[in-house]
């Protein structure tokens, strides 16, 4: 696997693999904390740096606009490593926030995971055409999705055409637009960075972020197997 985070549950195993995809701040504590989490649900998890070296930034913000490239080349990679790990049961999900949840969103519209979870993730530029869109969902797996109705970084009056293009596919979708909740209401960053983000008019929301996990913890434990458990609602 890439440099990274890597989160294990407690136990022998095995374990569903979530590959966890970071948002435009790369590999932040809050990023480690949301592996973490994960993994006292029962997964097992792996966040690679996409940012590791200068030559990977290139890559990822070429990757990210192209929807193609050595980015996805990665992602694939981490998703084999994780099946082929002992403590795996072979189903790997992926989960993306913001620039992450774009990542999550064209890997899992071209079936390179056994399901997503999509959140705040940028939609794909020139994609929203039904025809576009029905190119890129080409082998879709399931997908959770939470977006804020307060987003000024992703426009949300799109996303009801992402439903519809999931839809189309016949795959199992789970899609909810939070209202009064902003770009990032998932992250609960402090220091500079939750300065940034309140200068910039996103802020955590813990009502919409606990139904958000809720909802994603679910629907992870139906399509990947793991229960579950009673701090769920916590992220």
């Not at 973490?36 to 200068?54: E, F, I, N, T």
């Not at 990665?74 to 990542?103: N, Q």
């Not at 899992?108 to 997503?116: I, L, S, T």
């Not at 949300?156 to 990032?184: F, I, M, N, Q, W």
Request: aromatic letters at 8%; one cysteine or more; a negative charge.
């Amino acid at each position: 696997m890439h440099p990274g985070h890597t989160s294990v549950p407690a136990g022998d195993g095995p374990f569903p693999g979530i590959v966890v995809v970071h948002d435009a701040y790369g590999m932040t504590a809050e990023l480690r904390r949301v592996c973490d989490h994960l993994a006292a649900q029962g997964y097992l998890v792996h966040a690679p740096s996409m940012y590791q070296r200068g030559r990977c930034l290139r890559q990822t913000f070429a990757s990210f606009v192209a929807d193609q490239g050595p980015a996805y080349d990665r992602l694939e990679a981490e998703r084999a490593a994780l099946a082929a790990r002992p403590d795996c049961t072979g189903r790997v999900g992926v989960m993306g926030f913001c620039l992450g949840g774009r990542f999550a969103l064209v890997a899992a519209g071209r079936g390179m995971f056994d399901a997503a979870a999509v959140n705040y993730g940028l939609l794909p530029a020139g994609k929203q055409d039904p025809a576009e869109l029905d190119r890129m969902l080409s082998a879709p797996c399931p997908v959770v999705a939470s977006y804020g109705d307060r987003d000024k970084v992703v426009d949300v009056a799109e996303v009801g055409k992402l439903r519809a293009g999931l839809e189309r596919k016949g795959v199992p979708v789970d899609l909810k637009v939070y209202p009064g909740a902003t770009h990032s209401f998932l992250a609960q960053y402090t220091g500079p960075l939750g300065l940034l983000m309140r200068v910039q008019g996103m802020s955590h929301d813990p009502e919409a972020s606990a139904d958000a996990w809720e909802r994603t913890l679910a629907f992870f434990g139906e399509h990947l197997g793991g229960v579950p458990t009673a701090e769920a609602g916590q992220g």
